[in-house]
């Protein structure tokens, strides 16, 4: 019954970071490590390939950085079958600092860009198949792309790039069920040699059920966070693609210690998840950079004023 | 491009009520009663019609007993065109506190049983019909039903039944849209004379996704809780469906207030929501009472113990 080719991505310190300055601890992380062994889960993303001539260590956590060493740390003493992903914005890798696969931790380099720089990803990309990794091409903001462009795009990639994957990023937490729909029918029309996969976010409470739409129309890399962890309103919960996943080998049980033991109290601290201006930025297919400003400042509840900022003011 | 003939039905004080023996006072249902009003909402449900010589108002709040002198002093002084839905269940009503449709405050009754129970909620249903009501049968946890039991409930209140809709109800937060596709599919391909509903539960982060599911098989009547409010994880949050129709009288702004207001203070108070155990006995496709009494109790966070307490044990 269970699709053997669906492979899932756990990306909680990465996406996660996006809130903290990237800055868990060690001991944090390697928790997280151990859940997702025990748990069989496919990938893990443990942050970002960004170069430390534009990125002042002093200023970012280590998972802005992913230098090996930190790496291997956390893979230290624990028996596993837990790949390991990095992230790479375009222009702000060092293509140095990325060594030849079978010298790295590493397994799969993810590219992440919007459509204008879809040729900068395909470079990138290219260079780090060369190297040795697993690789995708991840399309972020893709539910304000016009058709044109994202078909031209679509294209070039089937033809031009390297990558296993090409994932559909829903950065906004825009899609419902039918435009998820949509995008995965066309990427597979166009995009035949690659597997393809979606990474969505939870504005509208609809992470999850988009990443099942997309598995219902053969998308095969799904992305997930612990408890839904990660930037303004988080992802796709890991613990519910596990119960709704049918592959045997996944176990949801060693989820539910993690959140139990490390999430609640984390959530304690940082705040992510179903909060109404990330919910108005969703449904008007917004960035939540003003939503997530709002929520610094002593006016955060304020939604109305916040509604009427986003709306009101646009002349032709 | 929207559809006239959907009508949102609010049933926060209803369902909420679940979860607080359904206490609100008469400040705060105003307060909800003025803002469905303001946003134009079509239905309020504002609570049960049960027996007091079944249940004792010194236990219950009176919105388990909605007389219509209480119901009156929320419309009072209100200038409004939001319907007032009260819910009756099988069994737990004194039929002589049903006055004729003309006498009440009250615009529509809806029955909710089981699908064993459906006779009693049909002849309910028709008297309630009788009486000059608009009427619903609502039948709860259909997840778990078998395929024949359900043709045959169907068909009778196609038959038999002068409700003028018939919801399907996800009282477990157990479905998936691929199955809410087929139970939406199957209701429309039997009961052609009514109109089909959806009431869905938020275990799973679904009930919103559900709703839409729900809608593009052409169910009319949705449900829709302000925040979610409701018993255990809540329900589908009337402010995304207020985002995602399309109808332009639909107002979310007075919605946004009401949260911003109320809600977010009632939730520190009352706990409603995505909560891990809710979340477990969404995916295992069981009644969240287990897991509200965890809840209740020093061990609520101890989720893998409670999984394990749910999957173990049974045998043939």
Tied chains: 1, 2.
Excluded at 235 to 261: A, Q, W
Aim: proline share 3%; with cysteine.
């Amino acid at each position: 019954m269970f699709r053997e080719k669906i492979k899932v991505l756990d990306c909680t310190i990465r996406d996660g970071g996006l809130i903290n300055n990237h800055d868990f601890d060690h001991r944090f992380v390697k928790a997280v490590y151990r859940a997702l062994s025990e748990a069989k889960i496919d990938y893990m993303e443990i942050g970002y390939k960004n170069s430390k001539k534009m990125f002042s260590p002093k200023e970012f956590g280590i998972w802005k950085f992913c230098d090996d060493e930190d790496i291997k740390r956390v893979m230290d003493g624990i028996d596993s079958q837990l790949k390991i992903s990095v992230m790479c914005d375009v222009d702000r890798v060092d293509m140095d600092d990325i060594k030849p696969r079978k010298e790295s931790p590493v397994t799969m380099i993810r590219t992440a860009c919007y459509v204008k720089d879809v040729d900068k990803a395909i470079y990138m990309t290219n260079q780090f198949a060369d190297k040795g990794y697993e690789t995708s091409v991840n399309i972020m903001s893709i539910a304000g792309v016009l058709d044109n462009e994202l078909t031209e795009c679509f294209e070039q990639l089937e033809k031009e790039c390297k990558a296993q994957v090409v994932y559909i990023v829903d950065s906004n937490g825009s899609l419902y069920q039918e435009t998820t729909e949509f995008l995965i029918k066309k990427a597979k029309g166009i995009i035949k040699s690659k597997e393809i996969g979606i990474h969505a976010h939870n504005n509208q409470q609809l992470a999850f059920s988009n990443t099942i739409e997309a598995i219902i129309h053969d998308a095969n890399f799904v992305d997930g966070t612990v408890y839904g962890l990660g930037r303004a309103a988080g992802n796709c919960p890991l613990e519910l693609l596990l119960g709704f996943l049918k592959n045997p080998k996944y176990d949801i049980r060693p989820v539910l210690d993690l959140i139990s033991k490390e999430f609640i109290p984390l959530r304690e601290k940082i705040e992510w998840g179903y909060i109404i201006p990330y919910a108005i930025t969703g449904i008007l297919d917004l960035h939540p950079r003003a939503a997530m400003a709002l929520r610094k400042g002593d006016q955060k509840e304020n939604y109305r004023e916040f509604y009427e900022s986003l709306i009101g003011g646009d002349e032709e």
